[in-house]
T-cell receptor, first 114, second 117 residues
Framework: GQQVMQIPQYQHVQEGEDFTTYCNSS?????IQWYKQRPGGHPVFLIQ?????EVKKQKRLTFQFGEAKKNSSLHITATQTTDVGTYFC??????????????FGRGTQLTVWP | DSGVTQTPKHLITATGQRVTLRCSPR?????VYWYQQSLDQGLQFLIHYYNGEERAKGNILERFSAQQFPDLHSELNLSSLELGDSALYFCASSPRSTGRVRINEQFFGPGTRLTVL
């Protein structure tokens, strides 16, 4: 099956520092979705990337999809304590019998020190 | 609040028992997905239903089964429970794809925390 590798597993930053998490696959990804899960909470959708080389921004968050569609990244500029949580990437299958199935990376747990 | 509801919130049971987890999707969403989240396995896709029909199966054990009813709510049945089944079980719903966008975001419920003793 699909394997989506996500690094790093943990990241501790001082408030105001930048943060990046990477999602990699040995096979071409269909589409990438990013989710955030706060401690004790449930995953919440952040964004979906579909096109090769796509870059999308949401305030301090920048999402990129690699040219070969084998990797993606999420970069947060000037982290805040509200950014604490686990960030997951997910490969979502867009065709065939497994349409809509998500393969999640293991997530990057972000801790922000005030 | 995602609009997806799951009951119960917590469930504590013994090995060998059977439990049923319930999920109500967002109003109008036809797709329901079930996921298992554990420390060692991460977030694992179990099964996907669309408008009452099974669409895709993931890492779902034979001891587990699910169904989606005409009112679109879904149930996940876990039987012959083992200690390793202790996990957080999420349900997510997704609207029907329209136009050129075939994939939609999934809205996760708050989860059911299952503890098998």
């Amino acid at each position: 099956g699909q394997q989506v590798m996500q690094i790093p597993q943990y990241q501790h930053v001082q408030e105001g520092e930048d943060f990046t998490t990477y999602c990699n696959s040995s096979t071409t990804l269909s589409n990438i979705q990013w989710y955030k899960q706060r401690p004790g909470g449930h995953p919440v959708f952040l964004i979906q990337l579909v096109k090769s080389g796509e870059v999308k921004k949401q305030k301090r968050l920048t999402f990129q999809f690699g040219e070969a569609k084998k990797n993606s990244s999420l970069h947060i500029t000037a982290t805040q304590t509200t950014d604490v949580g686990t960030y997951f990437c997910a490969d979502i299958i867009d065709r065939g019998s497994t349409l809509g199935r998500l393969y999640f990376g293991r997530g990057t747990q972000l801790t922000v020190w005030p | 609040d995602s609009g997806v509801t799951q009951t119960p919130k917590h469930l504590i049971t013994a090995t060998g028992q059977r439990v049923t987890l319930r999920c109500s999707p967002r109003s109008g969403d036809l797709s329901v997905y079930w996921y298992q989240q554990s420390l060692d396995q991460g977030l694992q896709f179990l099964i996907h239903y669309y408008n009452g029909e099974e669409r895709a199966k993931g890492n779902i054990l034979e001891r587990f089964s699910a169904q989606q009813f005409p009112d679109l709510h879904s149930e996940l049945n876990l039987s012959s429970l083992e200690l390793g089944d202790s996990a957080l079980y999420f349900c997510a719903s997704s609207p029907r794809s329209t136009g050129r966008v075939r994939i939609n975001e999934q809205f996760f419920g708050p989860g059911t925390r299952l503890t098998v003793l």
